[in-house]
T-cell receptor
């Protein structure tokens, strides 16, 4: 059973950088690509990007310039950074396999001064 | 980037059948888009139901089925149960990225 556990701050100030990490258990990180998805309160889902075991990345074109992803297979975790955040980036952020069969519980990140 | 549009809301009677669709702003949805479907209940992460247009996950009840219908991806719920009341999202693979649909709120009433 694959389990994904997120960590990272829940409150950010505008113009700051959002940083989240997803720890993987129950699966080899070499078995999947790994994705990030977010959901603003009361709204729909938005795919942010994905990273392969070798570090190849895929991005949502609308966020490409602000998103950075990394992977640490030795430590079974992958990470997301989103720069220059605004209130519009307030959302529940999820990590998931890129088969989207396993998801984290999500972290609410609020951007507010 | 394509926009995937779903019905905002649908209502189905217990035991009834409802079909949700997922339309692309750039043309017909084909199997090459590899459409998937997800169910999301309040306060929970999405749960995958269907992948690769028609394939169920091991945990997906048989009353859920996926197809292509009139140039759209479709999810049919046959024999709706009260626990099927939820938001449903499609997801497609498009030009090296993924795009979620706008979501459909299904009410079982």
């Amino acid at each position: 059973q694959v389990e994904l556990q997120q960590s990272g701050p829940g409150l950010l100030k505008p113009s700051g950088t959002l940083s989240l990490t997803c720890a993987v258990s129950g699966a080899s990180m070499s078995s999947y690509w790994w994705s990030w998805v977010r959901q603003p309160p009361g709204k729909g889902l938005e795919w942010l990007g994905e990273i392969s075991p070798s570090g190849t990345r895929g991005h949502n074109p609308s966020l490409r310039s602000r998103v950075t992803m990394s992977i640490d297979k030795s430590d079974n975790r992958f990470s997301l950074s989103l720069t220059s955040v605004t209130a519009a980036d307030t959302a529940v952020y999820y990590c998931a396999t890129s088969h989207f069969d396993y998801w984290s519980q999500g972290t609410l990140v609020t951007v507010s001064s | 980037q394509t926009v995937m549009t779903q019905e905002p809301s649908l209502t189905v009677s217990p035991g009834g059948t409802v079909t949700l669709t997922c339309a692309s702003s750039t043309g017909a949805v084909t199997s090459g888009y590899s459409p998937s479907w997800f169910q999301q209940k309040p306060g929970q992460p999405p749960r995958a139901l269907i992948y690769s247009t028609t394939d169920r996950h091991s945990w997906t009840p048989a009353r859920f089925s996926g197809s292509l219908l009139g140039g759209k991806a479709a999810l049919t719920l046959s024999g709706a149960q009260p626990e099927d009341e939820a938001d449903y999202y499609c997801l497609v693979s498009y030009r090296a990225s993924y795009v979620f649909g706008t979501g459909t709120k299904v009410t079982v009433l």
